[in-house]
């Protein structure tokens, strides 16, 4: 049975209210380089790992410096500022 929107039933207009929306976390990035041997480079980032500061594959590959038994490795990481 249709009832006229005037008689009975009422409907809410309101809308549903918005959830409070998360601030943003701020942020910057980080640059952290490593210098040295090859194995002493690759100790360093397997060291970083082990202690949950970032992944290996997040390393550049090691690059060379032109300096004998140098090379550098480059990691970015963006860190949350609190």
Known sequence: MFIPGDQGAS???GGFAEPPAN???????VRHMLFGSLSVVQATIKQLHHL???E???WSKPISTGRPNEMMA?????????
């Open 23 to 29: 601030p943003p976390i701020p942020h910057e990035n």
């Open 56 to 58: 290996p594959n997040d």
């Open 74 to 82: 480059i990691l970015t990481k963006r860190v949350n500022i609190t």
């Open 11 to 13: 409907a809410s207009t």
């Open 52 to 54: 949950n500061y970032a």
